[in-house]
Protein backbone atom coordinates (compact mmCIF):
# COMPACT_ATOMS: atom_id res chain seq x y z
CA UNK A 1 0.00 0.00 0.00
CA UNK A 2 0.78 3.08 -0.49
CA UNK A 3 0.37 6.93 0.77
CA UNK A 4 -3.22 8.08 -0.29
CA UNK A 5 -3.94 11.85 -1.81
CA UNK A 6 -4.46 14.12 0.93
CA UNK A 7 -6.78 17.27 1.62
CA UNK A 8 -3.86 18.51 4.30
CA UNK A 9 -1.53 20.89 2.86
CA UNK A 10 2.03 19.52 3.36
CA UNK A 11 3.36 22.99 3.29
CA UNK A 12 1.12 24.30 6.22
CA UNK A 13 1.83 21.47 8.82
CA UNK A 14 5.36 22.18 7.96
CA UNK A 15 5.37 25.46 8.46
CA UNK A 16 3.70 24.81 11.69
CA UNK A 17 5.89 21.77 12.93
CA UNK A 18 9.15 23.41 14.01
CA UNK A 19 7.50 25.17 16.70
CA UNK A 20 5.65 22.29 18.00
CA UNK A 21 9.00 19.78 17.45
CA UNK A 22 11.18 21.94 19.70
CA UNK A 23 8.84 21.99 22.46
CA UNK A 24 8.99 17.96 21.97
CA UNK A 25 12.23 17.91 21.41
CA UNK A 26 13.29 19.36 24.59
CA UNK A 27 10.85 17.53 27.23
CA UNK A 28 13.03 15.83 29.16
CA UNK A 29 10.53 16.22 32.56
CA UNK A 30 8.45 13.26 31.49
CA UNK A 31 7.86 10.72 34.05
CA UNK A 32 11.05 8.19 33.24
CA UNK A 33 8.88 5.05 33.05
CA UNK A 34 6.36 6.03 31.32
CA UNK A 35 4.61 3.97 28.78
CA UNK A 36 5.38 3.31 25.17
CA UNK A 37 3.19 5.05 22.86
CA UNK A 38 2.63 3.38 20.16
CA UNK A 39 1.10 4.07 16.82
CA UNK A 40 -0.04 1.54 14.15
CA UNK A 41 -2.75 1.33 11.44
CA UNK A 42 -5.91 -1.47 11.51
CA UNK A 43 -3.67 -4.14 10.28
CA UNK A 44 -2.76 -7.36 12.36
CA UNK A 45 -4.66 -5.74 15.06
CA UNK A 46 -4.55 -8.61 17.45
CA UNK A 47 -1.25 -9.98 16.14
CA UNK A 48 0.10 -6.74 17.41
CA UNK A 49 -1.76 -6.66 21.14
CA UNK A 50 -0.42 -10.09 21.44
CA UNK A 51 3.22 -9.71 20.67
CA UNK A 52 2.79 -6.37 22.71
CA UNK A 53 1.53 -8.50 25.43
CA UNK A 54 4.52 -10.50 25.47
CA UNK A 55 6.55 -7.81 25.46
CA UNK A 56 4.96 -6.47 28.54
CA UNK A 57 5.48 -9.66 30.05
CA UNK A 58 8.64 -9.87 29.27
CA UNK A 59 10.36 -6.29 30.08
CA UNK A 60 7.44 -5.35 32.53
CA UNK A 61 7.39 -2.29 29.96
CA UNK A 62 4.05 -0.57 29.40
CA UNK A 63 2.87 -0.29 25.65
CA UNK A 64 0.12 2.52 24.94
CA UNK A 65 -1.15 1.27 21.57
CA UNK A 66 -2.83 2.63 19.29
CA UNK A 67 -4.69 2.33 15.90
CA UNK A 68 -6.04 4.29 13.13
CA UNK A 69 -7.62 3.14 9.76
CA UNK A 70 -4.70 3.04 6.83
CA UNK A 71 -6.97 5.49 4.61
CA UNK A 72 -6.83 8.57 7.26
CA UNK A 73 -3.53 7.56 8.95
CA UNK A 74 -1.10 9.57 7.56
CA UNK A 75 -3.71 12.36 8.17
CA UNK A 76 -3.88 11.36 12.23
CA UNK A 77 -0.41 11.18 12.61
CA UNK A 78 0.26 14.89 10.98
CA UNK A 79 -2.08 16.09 13.19
CA UNK A 80 -0.58 14.40 16.18
CA UNK A 81 2.97 15.56 15.53
CA UNK A 82 1.72 19.08 15.05
CA UNK A 83 0.10 18.87 18.02
CA UNK A 84 2.68 17.62 19.98
CA UNK A 85 0.64 13.99 20.46
CA UNK A 86 2.80 11.56 22.83
CA UNK A 87 4.13 9.02 20.12
CA UNK A 88 7.37 7.37 20.73
CA UNK A 89 7.26 4.36 17.73
CA UNK A 90 5.22 4.29 14.75
CA UNK A 91 4.45 2.20 11.64
CA UNK A 92 6.00 4.40 8.22
CA UNK A 93 5.25 4.20 4.78
CA UNK A 94 8.13 4.10 2.62
CA UNK A 95 6.43 6.47 0.87
CA UNK A 96 6.05 9.37 3.63
CA UNK A 97 9.81 8.90 4.91
CA UNK A 98 11.46 12.40 3.23
CA UNK A 99 7.96 14.43 3.84
CA UNK A 100 8.17 13.38 7.69
CA UNK A 101 12.30 13.43 7.91
CA UNK A 102 12.12 17.15 6.24
CA UNK A 103 9.36 18.10 9.31
CA UNK A 104 11.91 16.39 11.85
CA UNK A 105 9.05 14.22 12.90
CA UNK A 106 11.60 11.55 12.69
CA UNK A 107 14.54 10.81 13.82
CA UNK A 108 17.55 8.37 12.47
CA UNK A 109 17.90 5.19 13.71
CA UNK A 110 21.62 4.73 12.59
CA UNK A 111 23.55 5.35 15.91
CA UNK A 112 21.75 2.38 17.63
CA UNK A 113 23.30 -0.96 17.05
CA UNK A 114 20.49 -2.72 18.94
CA UNK A 115 18.43 -1.55 15.59
CA UNK A 116 21.34 -1.55 12.50
CA UNK A 117 22.54 -4.73 13.70
CA UNK A 118 19.82 -6.08 11.51
CA UNK A 119 21.03 -4.32 8.08
CA UNK A 120 22.79 -7.39 6.81
CA UNK A 121 19.98 -9.53 6.84
CA UNK A 122 17.46 -7.25 5.23
CA UNK A 123 16.67 -6.52 1.53
CA UNK A 124 18.89 -3.80 -0.22
CA UNK A 125 15.73 -2.49 -1.70
CA UNK A 126 14.35 -2.11 1.92
CA UNK A 127 17.19 -0.33 3.52
CA UNK A 128 16.83 2.44 0.47
CA UNK A 129 13.57 2.80 1.32
CA UNK A 130 14.46 3.59 4.68
CA UNK A 131 17.19 6.03 3.97
CA UNK A 132 17.19 9.51 3.15
CA UNK A 133 20.03 12.05 2.71
CA UNK A 134 22.21 9.66 3.71
CA UNK A 135 20.42 8.18 7.39
CA UNK A 136 18.46 5.66 8.12
CA UNK A 137 15.51 5.96 9.65
CA UNK A 138 13.68 2.50 10.25
CA UNK A 139 13.37 -1.02 11.09
CA UNK A 140 11.54 -2.75 8.44
CA UNK A 141 9.15 -5.48 9.32
CA UNK A 142 6.96 -5.93 6.44
CA UNK A 143 7.85 -5.72 2.63
CA UNK A 144 6.06 -6.88 -0.65
CA UNK A 145 6.12 -6.30 -4.20
CA UNK A 146 3.87 -6.13 -7.22
CA UNK A 147 3.85 -9.86 -8.51
CA UNK A 148 2.70 -10.98 -12.22
CA UNK A 149 0.21 -14.07 -11.67
CA UNK A 150 -1.28 -16.34 -14.16
CA UNK A 151 -3.79 -18.52 -14.60
CA UNK A 152 -2.37 -21.96 -15.08
CA UNK A 153 -5.19 -24.11 -16.03
CA UNK A 154 -6.98 -21.39 -18.59
CA UNK A 155 -3.30 -21.23 -20.38
CA UNK A 156 -3.32 -25.13 -20.54
CA UNK A 157 -6.75 -24.82 -21.52
CA UNK A 158 -5.50 -22.81 -24.42
CA UNK A 159 -2.72 -25.02 -25.62
CA UNK A 160 0.14 -22.47 -23.83
CA UNK A 161 2.61 -24.71 -22.32
CA UNK A 162 4.48 -21.78 -20.65
CA UNK A 163 3.71 -18.47 -19.40
CA UNK A 164 4.89 -15.18 -21.00
CA UNK A 165 8.24 -14.01 -20.02
CA UNK A 166 7.55 -10.29 -22.24
CA UNK A 167 5.31 -8.02 -22.60
CA UNK A 168 5.26 -8.80 -26.37
CA UNK A 169 4.19 -12.66 -25.08
CA UNK A 170 2.12 -11.30 -22.71
CA UNK A 171 -0.01 -9.76 -25.93
CA UNK A 172 0.06 -12.69 -27.98
CA UNK A 173 -0.84 -15.61 -25.44
CA UNK A 174 -3.74 -12.94 -24.24
CA UNK A 175 -5.19 -13.16 -27.80
CA UNK A 176 -4.93 -16.35 -28.57
CA UNK A 177 -6.57 -17.12 -24.86
CA UNK A 178 -9.26 -14.59 -26.27
CA UNK A 179 -10.07 -15.71 -29.51
CA UNK A 180 -10.69 -19.00 -27.94
CA UNK A 181 -13.57 -17.63 -26.09
CA UNK A 182 -11.48 -18.56 -22.99
CA UNK A 183 -11.51 -14.81 -21.31
CA UNK A 184 -12.97 -11.67 -22.61
CA UNK A 185 -10.18 -9.62 -20.82
CA UNK A 186 -7.11 -12.16 -20.33
CA UNK A 187 -4.80 -9.24 -19.08
CA UNK A 188 -6.19 -7.91 -15.41
CA UNK A 189 -4.43 -4.15 -14.25
CA UNK A 190 -5.90 -1.95 -11.61
CA UNK A 191 -5.95 1.47 -12.92
CA UNK A 192 -8.07 3.05 -10.51
CA UNK A 193 -7.16 6.53 -8.83
CA UNK A 194 -6.37 4.78 -4.86
CA UNK A 195 -3.22 4.13 -2.91
CA UNK A 196 -2.11 0.99 -4.84
CA UNK A 197 -2.39 3.23 -7.85
CA UNK A 198 1.74 3.98 -8.30
CA UNK A 199 2.48 0.40 -7.53
CA UNK A 200 0.86 -0.91 -10.74
CA UNK A 201 2.08 2.21 -13.06
CA UNK A 202 5.56 1.40 -11.40
CA UNK A 203 5.86 -2.60 -12.12
CA UNK A 204 5.11 -1.77 -15.57
CA UNK A 205 7.80 0.88 -16.58
CA UNK A 206 10.58 -0.68 -14.41
CA UNK A 207 10.13 -3.84 -16.14
CA UNK A 208 10.01 -2.40 -19.21
CA UNK A 209 13.19 -0.69 -18.67
CA UNK A 210 11.67 2.83 -17.96
CA UNK A 211 11.89 5.40 -14.89
CA UNK A 212 10.24 8.14 -13.65
CA UNK A 213 12.92 10.28 -12.32
CA UNK A 214 17.07 10.05 -12.46
CA UNK A 215 19.88 9.85 -10.14
CA UNK A 216 19.39 14.27 -9.68
CA UNK A 217 15.61 13.43 -9.17
CA UNK A 218 14.70 15.21 -12.30
CA UNK A 219 11.56 14.32 -14.17
CA UNK A 220 12.54 11.96 -16.83
CA UNK A 221 9.24 10.43 -17.44
CA UNK A 222 8.31 12.11 -20.51
CA UNK A 223 11.30 10.85 -22.27
CA UNK A 224 10.51 8.21 -25.10
CA UNK A 225 13.82 6.47 -24.69
CA UNK A 226 14.46 6.00 -20.68
CA UNK A 227 11.19 7.54 -19.30
CA UNK A 228 7.25 5.54 -18.98
CA UNK A 229 6.13 6.16 -22.54
CA UNK A 230 7.02 2.54 -23.68
CA UNK A 231 4.77 1.14 -20.43
CA UNK A 232 2.12 3.39 -21.22
CA UNK A 233 2.04 2.71 -24.62
CA UNK A 234 1.75 -0.86 -24.34
CA UNK A 235 -1.23 -0.24 -22.25
CA UNK A 236 -2.90 2.06 -24.00
CA UNK A 237 -2.68 -0.58 -27.16
CA UNK A 238 -3.56 -3.14 -24.56
CA UNK A 239 -6.92 -1.64 -23.56
CA UNK A 240 -7.11 -0.36 -27.80
CA UNK A 241 -5.93 -1.72 -30.35
CA UNK A 242 -5.42 -5.75 -28.62
CA UNK A 243 -8.29 -5.54 -26.38
CA UNK A 244 -6.92 -7.31 -24.00
CA UNK A 245 -7.47 -5.07 -20.84
CA UNK A 246 -11.08 -3.56 -20.33
CA UNK A 247 -11.22 0.25 -20.35
CA UNK A 248 -12.65 -0.18 -17.38
CA UNK A 249 -9.69 -0.94 -15.17
CA UNK A 250 -9.64 2.75 -14.90
CA UNK A 251 -12.48 2.54 -12.26
CA UNK A 252 -10.92 -1.16 -11.09
CA UNK A 253 -9.21 -0.66 -7.41
CA UNK A 254 -7.04 -3.73 -6.44
CA UNK A 255 -9.55 -5.37 -4.12
CA UNK A 256 -11.86 -5.51 -6.97
CA UNK A 257 -9.37 -6.89 -9.58
CA UNK A 258 -8.28 -9.34 -6.99
CA UNK A 259 -12.30 -10.41 -6.71
CA UNK A 260 -11.97 -10.32 -10.75
CA UNK A 261 -9.34 -12.49 -10.85
CA UNK A 262 -10.17 -15.27 -8.17
CA UNK A 263 -13.40 -15.37 -10.28
CA UNK A 264 -11.83 -17.28 -12.78
CA UNK A 265 -12.44 -14.41 -15.53
CA UNK A 266 -8.92 -13.40 -16.28
CA UNK A 267 -5.65 -15.20 -17.44
CA UNK A 268 -2.92 -12.98 -16.42
CA UNK A 269 -3.20 -10.36 -14.03
CA UNK A 270 -0.74 -7.85 -11.98
CA UNK A 271 -1.62 -8.58 -8.01
CA UNK A 272 0.52 -7.51 -4.66
CA UNK A 273 2.80 -11.10 -4.45
CA UNK A 274 0.97 -11.66 -0.57
CA UNK A 275 -2.27 -11.89 -2.78
CA UNK A 276 -1.49 -15.47 -3.87
CA UNK A 277 -2.49 -16.64 -0.46
CA UNK A 278 -6.14 -15.63 -1.22
CA UNK A 279 -6.14 -16.86 -4.86
CA UNK A 280 -4.84 -19.96 -3.47
CA UNK A 281 -7.21 -20.55 -1.05
CA UNK A 282 -10.50 -22.96 -2.02
CA UNK A 283 -12.67 -20.55 0.38
CA UNK A 284 -11.89 -17.84 -0.77
CA UNK A 285 -10.96 -18.33 -4.80
CA UNK A 286 -12.49 -20.46 -7.83
CA UNK A 287 -9.09 -20.78 -9.21
CA UNK A 288 -7.37 -22.24 -6.07
CA UNK A 289 -4.57 -24.43 -7.24
CA UNK A 290 -3.87 -22.75 -10.51
CA UNK A 291 -3.06 -19.26 -9.68
CA UNK A 292 1.26 -18.67 -10.31
CA UNK A 293 3.73 -16.41 -10.01
CA UNK A 294 5.84 -15.75 -13.17
CA UNK A 295 8.64 -13.28 -13.08
CA UNK A 296 7.21 -10.00 -14.01
CA UNK A 297 7.24 -10.12 -18.32
CA UNK A 298 10.20 -7.71 -19.61
CA UNK A 299 10.70 -5.20 -21.84
CA UNK A 300 12.59 -5.15 -25.21
CA UNK A 301 14.70 -2.56 -23.55
CA UNK A 302 14.13 -3.83 -19.78
CA UNK A 303 13.94 -6.50 -17.31
CA UNK A 304 12.32 -8.87 -14.75
CA UNK A 305 12.45 -6.20 -12.62
CA UNK A 306 9.08 -5.07 -10.38
CA UNK A 307 8.37 -2.27 -7.83
CA UNK A 308 8.45 -3.26 -4.25
CA UNK A 309 7.21 -1.15 -0.76
CA UNK A 310 8.34 -1.30 2.75
CA UNK A 311 6.75 -0.63 5.90
CA UNK A 312 9.21 -0.01 8.70
CA UNK A 313 9.07 1.21 12.67
CA UNK A 314 10.64 4.87 12.94
CA UNK A 315 11.72 7.07 16.16
CA UNK A 316 10.54 10.28 17.36
CA UNK A 317 12.20 12.88 18.55
CA UNK A 318 10.37 12.64 21.59
CA UNK A 319 11.81 9.22 22.42
CA UNK A 320 14.83 10.70 21.99
CA UNK A 321 14.07 13.53 24.60
CA UNK A 322 14.24 11.03 27.77
CA UNK A 323 16.80 8.35 28.32
CA UNK A 324 14.96 5.92 29.91
CA UNK A 325 11.86 6.20 27.51
CA UNK A 326 14.51 6.29 24.30
CA UNK A 327 15.92 3.01 25.95
CA UNK A 328 12.51 1.38 26.19
CA UNK A 329 11.04 2.49 22.97
CA UNK A 330 14.17 0.59 20.81
CA UNK A 331 13.47 -2.56 23.34
CA UNK A 332 10.10 -2.09 21.62
CA UNK A 333 11.18 -1.56 18.07
CA UNK A 334 13.64 -4.76 18.20
CA UNK A 335 10.99 -7.00 19.49
CA UNK A 336 8.69 -5.73 16.41
CA UNK A 337 10.85 -5.15 13.80
CA UNK A 338 14.29 -7.69 14.71
CA UNK A 339 14.33 -10.32 17.07
CA UNK A 340 12.37 -11.10 19.94
CA UNK A 341 14.07 -14.08 22.26
CA UNK A 342 16.06 -14.68 18.88
CA UNK A 343 13.73 -15.02 16.25
CA UNK A 344 11.61 -13.05 13.64
CA UNK A 345 8.47 -13.86 15.99
CA UNK A 346 6.46 -11.34 14.63
CA UNK A 347 7.51 -11.74 10.93
CA UNK A 348 6.64 -15.29 11.03
CA UNK A 349 3.28 -14.62 13.07
CA UNK A 350 1.89 -12.06 10.24
CA UNK A 351 3.48 -14.58 7.68
CA UNK A 352 1.50 -17.75 8.79
CA UNK A 353 -2.12 -15.90 10.29
CA UNK A 354 -1.91 -13.23 7.07
CA UNK A 355 0.33 -14.20 4.30
CA UNK A 356 2.08 -10.71 5.07
CA UNK A 357 6.01 -10.39 3.78
CA UNK A 358 8.95 -10.41 5.20
CA UNK A 359 12.25 -8.82 4.54
CA UNK A 360 14.38 -10.54 6.57
CA UNK A 361 16.57 -12.78 3.84
CA UNK A 362 17.20 -15.56 6.81
CA UNK A 363 13.61 -16.37 6.96
CA UNK A 364 13.47 -17.61 2.99
CA UNK A 365 16.12 -20.24 4.23
CA UNK A 366 14.05 -20.88 7.29
CA UNK A 367 12.24 -24.50 7.56
CA UNK A 368 9.11 -23.46 9.22
CA UNK A 369 8.48 -20.78 6.57
CA UNK A 370 9.42 -22.57 3.55
CA UNK A 371 6.73 -25.16 4.61
CA UNK A 372 4.27 -22.56 5.17
CA UNK A 373 5.12 -20.72 1.88
CA UNK A 374 4.48 -24.09 -0.07
CA UNK A 375 1.46 -24.17 0.65
CA UNK A 376 0.32 -21.60 -2.18
CA UNK A 377 4.02 -20.65 -4.26
CA UNK A 378 7.37 -21.26 -4.85
CA UNK A 379 9.21 -19.66 -2.49
CA UNK A 380 12.73 -20.01 -4.70
CA UNK A 381 11.11 -18.12 -7.38
CA UNK A 382 9.34 -15.88 -5.23
CA UNK A 383 12.87 -14.71 -2.75
CA UNK A 384 13.86 -14.16 -6.54
CA UNK A 385 11.39 -12.20 -7.60
CA UNK A 386 12.38 -10.02 -4.58
CA UNK A 387 15.40 -9.68 -5.02
CA UNK A 388 14.82 -7.73 -8.29
CA UNK A 389 12.43 -5.50 -6.93
CA UNK A 390 13.20 -1.61 -6.70
CA UNK A 391 12.28 1.28 -4.51
CA UNK A 392 9.44 3.65 -6.44
CA UNK A 393 11.98 6.20 -7.81
CA UNK A 394 8.92 8.97 -7.02
CA UNK A 395 9.49 9.31 -3.36
CA UNK A 396 9.88 12.95 -2.44
CA UNK A 397 8.55 15.33 -0.20
CA UNK A 398 5.94 16.26 -2.58
CA UNK A 399 4.93 12.81 -3.69
CA UNK A 400 1.59 13.46 -2.95
CA UNK A 401 0.60 16.16 -4.76
CA UNK A 402 2.65 14.93 -7.81
CA UNK A 403 0.61 11.47 -7.39
CA UNK A 404 -3.33 12.50 -7.87
CA UNK A 405 -1.57 14.40 -11.47
CA UNK A 406 0.61 11.21 -12.79
CA UNK A 407 -2.55 8.98 -11.99
CA UNK A 408 -5.17 11.33 -13.61
CA UNK A 409 -2.80 11.50 -16.74
CA UNK A 410 -2.23 8.14 -16.75
CA UNK A 411 -5.97 7.38 -16.90
CA UNK A 412 -6.64 10.01 -19.66
CA UNK A 413 -4.02 8.07 -21.74
CA UNK A 414 -6.13 4.48 -20.78
CA UNK A 415 -9.26 6.63 -22.37
CA UNK A 416 -7.86 8.14 -25.39
CA UNK A 417 -8.53 11.53 -24.25
CA UNK A 418 -4.42 12.12 -24.92
CA UNK A 419 -1.51 9.98 -26.26
CA UNK A 420 0.52 8.61 -23.84
CA UNK A 421 3.48 11.72 -24.61
CA UNK A 422 0.62 14.17 -23.79
CA UNK A 423 0.31 12.43 -20.54
CA UNK A 424 3.29 12.08 -19.41
CA UNK A 425 4.65 15.47 -20.09
CA UNK A 426 2.22 16.43 -18.14
CA UNK A 427 3.61 14.19 -15.27
CA UNK A 428 6.33 15.60 -15.90
CA UNK A 429 5.65 19.19 -16.04
CA UNK A 430 4.12 18.43 -12.47
CA UNK A 431 6.62 16.95 -11.05
CA UNK A 432 9.82 19.72 -12.26
CA UNK A 433 7.19 22.65 -10.60
CA UNK A 434 6.86 21.19 -7.47
CA UNK A 435 10.77 20.08 -7.05
CA UNK A 436 10.88 23.82 -7.81
CA UNK A 437 8.77 25.13 -5.18
CA UNK A 438 10.17 22.40 -2.45
Request: aromatic residues 12%; contains cysteine.
Amino acid sequence: MTMSSSSLSRRTFLKGSVAGLSATALSTHALAREPIHFAAWSAAVDQVKSHVAAFEAKTGIKVEYSNTPWAQFRETMITKFVGNAPIDTLWVSDTWLPEWADAGWLVPIDQYEALTAYNNDVDDFCLDSMTYKGRLYGLTYYTDYMGFIYHAEMLKKAGISSSPTTWREVTDQAKIIKDKGLSQYPMLVSMAQETWLIEFISAIVFSTGGKFTDDKNDAIMHDPSIGAVTALRWLVDAVHKDRIVSASCVETGELAGLKSFSSGKHAFGLMPKYRLRTLNDPKQSQIAGHATLALMPKGERGSHATVGWMRFYGLTPRAQANSTRLADTLKLMEWFGGKADGEYKFQKLIFKELGGGFGAKSLFQDPEMRVAYAEYGDIDLIDKQGSLARKKDVVAPWFGEWNDVNGSAWQQAILAKVTPEQALATSAAKWSTLKKQA
